[in-house]
């Protein structure tokens, strides 16, 4: 298997939290739906960007972001992957700061 990179750095705002929930191990975890919006270039040309991305969080992470208000703008680090049950890419969030 190829050890690429797989990174994702997104300012964004937190659309909804849901309720702090625990794996079977006991670890927190927390499901949220992060929006950003931003001009970028492509092909030349100005364009308006609009993304909404399914995340989730675990442990002190999820702990700490759990206190955020929804509407809240961050800067997130992490990965993407796809969970064993679903097709959808999931943003694992690894860390945030103020935007």
Known sequence: MNPGTNQLDLNA???????MRYTPAGVPALDLRL????????AGQERQVKAS????????LAERLAKQ???SSWRFQGFVATPRNG??????IQDFSQD
């Open 53 to 60: 991305a399914k995340a989730v969080a675990f442990g002190a």
């Open 13 to 19: 705002s937190i659309a909804e939290l849901s309720a």
């Open 69 to 71: 208000a929804v509407g």
């Open 35 to 42: 929006e950003h919006e931003s001009l970028r270039q492509e």
């Open 87 to 92: 097709k959808n890419l999931v943003f694992h």
